[in-house]
């Protein structure tokens, strides 16, 4: 039902990603006895959620050099990286120390809300997300997580007619091929 609808509603392809997590419930009853026992119920969600920050001029190809090629200049973080690092750092742990501690409770105004970035636009935004399945399978179980991956690529992973992967897809792409199958008459 909210599948169908937020195809409904997606009227051209946006990068989207599944998200999935363990939904566990405990039932436990007050009285036991051996037709009323604990119950332990274990489902895992996947949610679809459409993404906000895009990077196109990011390579997506394989990387050029071999590792142990590249001296560690390449990769390790330069003076200017690390004093940003820093500064996010002090505003992360004062946020924590002004909402914990309650003598410094009144300097809470005095900080900023946010840490600027290039993206802060996009993160201010709300995310986009729909349901899309609830199954009854733990991801704490190797042969379930098995099954839930399973199912992610058989439902959401393009293919061509003789099964074989036919490109690497975002997720929203893949619904819209999926609407046709759902919905053929939709706009």
Not at 129 to 148: G, Q, V
Request: contains cysteine; negative net charge; charged residues 30%.
């Amino acid at each position: 039902m909210y599948l169908k609808k937020w195809l409904k509603e997606t009227k051209h392809p946006v990068p989207s990603e599944i998200i999935g997590d363990n939904f566990d419930w405990s039932i436990s009853p007050s009285i036991m006895t051996k037709e009323k026992q604990r119950k332990s119920l274990h489902w895992f969600l996947l949610l679809g959620a459409e993404r906000r920050i895009l990077a196109p001029d990011l390579p997506d190809e394989r990387p050029q050099e071999d590792m142990r090629n590249i001296s560690s200049e390449m990769f390790l973080p330069t003076e200017c990286e690390i004093a940003e690092l820093r500064a996010n750092y002090v505003h992360h742990i004062s946020k924590i120390l002004v909402e914990h501690v309650d003598c410094l409770k009144p300097f809470e105004q005095s900080l900023d809300k946010y840490i600027e970035h290039q993206h802060i636009l996009e993160t201010s935004l709300k995310s986009k997300i729909t349901l899309i399945d609830l199954l009854e399978k733990s991801e704490n179980k190797s042969d379930d997580m098995i099954e839930i991956l399973e199912y992610i690529h058989h439902h959401f992973i393009a293919h061509n007619n003789n099964g074989i992967l036919a490109q690497k897809v975002f997720f929203a792409e893949t619904f819209l091929q999926m609407k046709e199958r759902i919905e053929p008459n939709l706009p």
